[in-house]
């Protein structure tokens, strides 16, 4: 069976090959080349996925795998614009996801783990952002950023990627819980830290992008950072709950395609998100809470979303790797792969110590920080935010945020998957001693 996915994903990636160069010739109408990049995305990294399967990694590692390989610094079978343009459903699968998220997130379960998931997230937090700040500052201080002159200028720059390395990827995080349908404390603590972090991440991240753009960038202007946050926060969990009464009443009175009507419902939270300035993931988080916390729908509401989310992960995670800039990670990979380790040793250090204040379970605070080492499209879109805010030295900013991504995309899935099979918490794991 392993070699006869091998031999079809040669036969794909050959396939593939030939069909381009019809395109370059103009034998083929190049309008036809996103549908047919769907459909290679699609079957390819599921078959990638079921064979790093094999090897006892998660499926999404092989998907990312699939998509760097195929993208445009590797084989360039899926090209620039291509990935542009399936941007949508990119786009959609990140708000589906997010509904599969706060679908997870059940109150009764969670009741008895508040200490940890708030002692965690808070102290995490501290850690990560004080350890990774004051490392930067003093590398940027021997080494500056090009445009990034001045003592001030460093020590903001230190403070943003210290938040920004708080952040961990929710859509990795629930890609693998769902493909080994993990159940737990240890399940519910790792989910409810990502998304808490998330919400402080995203406060801590505006006020100090509005902060730095009054202080260093005046000419551009900056909206007043608190009617920012109460629409980006508080707007965005207000809308979703809207949106969660709406599909708890849909699920209810017609309960019909419901897995079409989830994705249509994604499709929509993802357009209206972006024109009212919302988070399009807190939203959808919030949609997703409601209708398992606050409706009789919730059974049904996470079987849909199981059903319809194979395809997505593997469109989602794909083209997430064919849109690594691969060029800058080779310029910046040895300073990646310092950052990425200091941030993995802080994570450590700020999970265990808020597991032991919390008095948490020895498993939660043995494995929790295993769960939050991944980052993906929400943590790169941060980075680019940044860029565009500060465009003399963003450049650099976003090079380096890439390099330290990569470790962390490739890292995240597996050390999860550990986590879990230790704590007993997925099918053929083993609860440990």
Do not use: C
């Amino acid at each position: 069976m392993k070699m006869g996915r091998v031999f079809i994903l040669i036969i794909l990636f050959l396939s593939m090959f030939m069909l381009l160069r019809f395109f370059e010739k103009g034998l083929v109408n190049e309008e036809a080349l996103p549908t047919l990049s769907l459909g290679f995305v699609l079957v390819s990294a599921f078959l990638f996925g079921k064979t790093v399967k094999d090897y006892s990694l998660p499926m999404v590692t092989g998907y990312l795998i699939l998509g760097i390989l195929s993208g445009p610094y590797v084989m360039n079978l899926i090209s620039h614009e291509t990935t542009q343009a399936l941007r949508l459903i990119d786009e959609i699968a990140l708000s589906l996801i997010a509904l599969t998220a706060g679908g997870e997130l059940r109150m009764k379960e969670m009741r008895n783990l508040w200490k940890p998931l708030f002692y965690i997230s808070l102290v995490l937090t501290g850690v990560v952002t004080a350890g990774i700040a004051i490392f930067t500052f003093l590398f940027l201080y021997l080494k500056p950023l090009p445009g990034a002159e001045g003592l001030l200028v460093n020590l903001f720059i230190g403070l943003i990627l210290g938040i920004w390395a708080v952040n961990s990827s929710p859509d990795i995080t629930i890609g693998v819980i769902t493909e080994y349908r993990a159940k737990g404390k240890l399940t519910e603590t790792i989910l409810g830290v990502t998304i808490l972090k998330d919400i402080l991440v995203i406060a801590l991240f505006t006020i100090l992008l509005s902060f730095g753009q009054n202080l260093f960038t005046p000419e551009r202007g900056s909206e007043p950072v608190f009617p920012l946050l109460a629409r980006k926060i508080l707007g965005s969990f207000l809308a979703g709950t809207g949106f969660g009464w709406l599909m708890a009443m849909y699920l209810k009175r017609v309960g019909k395609e419901v897995t079409l009507f989830l994705v249509g419902s994604a499709l929509f939270i993802t357009s209206f998100s972006h024109s009212y300035g919302l988070e399009p993931i807190l939203v959808a988080v919030a949609a997703g809470f409601f209708v398992e916390n606050f409706s009789e729908e919730g059974e049904s509401f996470i079987k849909a979303v199981e059903r319809g989310s194979l395809p997505i992960y593997a469109i989602f995670f794909a083209i997430a790797g064919a849109s690594l800039d691969i060029e800058g990670f080779r310029r910046m990979w040895l300073i990646g792969a310092v950052f990425a380790a200091l941030r993995v040793l802080t994570i450590y250090v700020g999970s265990r110590f808020g597991a032991s204040l919390a008095e948490a379970e020895k498993e939660i605070g043995h494995y929790t920080w295993l769960g939050l080492i991944s980052q993906a499209g929400v943590t790169l879109g941060l980075a680019i935010m940044v860029e565009r805010r500060f465009p003399l030295w963003g450049m650099g900013f976003k090079e380096l945020a890439l390099a330290i991504i990569v470790f962390n995309l490739l890292l995240g899935p597996f050390t999860l998957q550990y986590a879990l099979k230790r704590a007993g918490e997925i099918e053929g794991g083993q609860p440990s001693r």
